[in-house]
């Protein structure tokens, strides 16, 4: 019995174009997620922050196109507030990730969204206290100008930026709720 072998129908000829486009394209956003990489390492990003955002950038299309606008743009500013954008949706997808430690509870949260610049402004005096932001980007491996944006807005802190600055600066639960009160006080000062 001879066997002849059959030729592709022409929608199977299109799928396997198909299929090989998508992969040499994704071939070729993952050689230039890894240039950008070393970019970033040249401009002297943390490692972990560089290595986390390529981790996500491979999976997350938002991510990956902040990395190509930060190489694309040539102003210093706006470059450090694209790594603060970048670390904002790393924040968040860690957010979703199981978290191990528990320095912060969660109903600690609630409460320190009610007073949330002075809870940071007394965060900020520990930091200070501790060698500054300076120092705390490189104990926490967060970029600086993501830790600026972080204590210079009124806005709530993703509870994964607050456990890396809480281990950072051995800052346990009994610790983190000392602040807290010392916040409370702050605000009972002012009524």
């Not at 990003?45 to 999976?59: E, G, W």
């Not at 210093?76 to 670390?87: R, S, T, W, Y």
């Not at 965060?123 to 104990?139: C, D, F, H, K, Y």
């Amino acid at each position: 019995m001879t066997m002849h072998a059959r030729p592709h129908s022409d929608s199977t000829k299109q799928t396997a174009k198909n299929t090989h486009r998508n992969s040499e394209s994704e071939g070729n956003n993952k050689i230039v997620l890894f240039e950008i990489a070393l970019e970033m390492k040249k401009a002297d990003l943390p490692k972990m922050f560089i290595v986390d955002a390529v981790r996500a950038a491979l999976d997350f299309e938002g991510i990956s196109n902040l990395m190509k606008l930060w190489r694309n743009e040539k102003e210093p500013e706006e470059k450090n507030e694209i790594v603060a954008d970048i670390q904002d949706l790393l924040d968040a997808c860690l957010q979703k990730e199981k978290i191990e430690e528990s320095y912060i509870k969660f109903n600690d949260l609630e409460t320190i969204s009610k007073h949330i610049r002075d809870f940071k402004d007394s965060l900020l005096s520990v930091v200070t206290q501790n060698g500054g932001i300076t120092r705390l980007a490189e104990l926490t491996e967060i970029p600086q100008s993501s830790l600026s944006r972080f204590f210079n807005s009124n806005a709530m802190p993703q509870r994964s930026t607050l456990l890396k600055i809480a281990k950072a600066l051995g800052l346990d639960e009994i610790k983190m709720e000392a602040l807290r009160n010392k916040e409370f006080n702050l605000n009972k000062d002012k009524t």
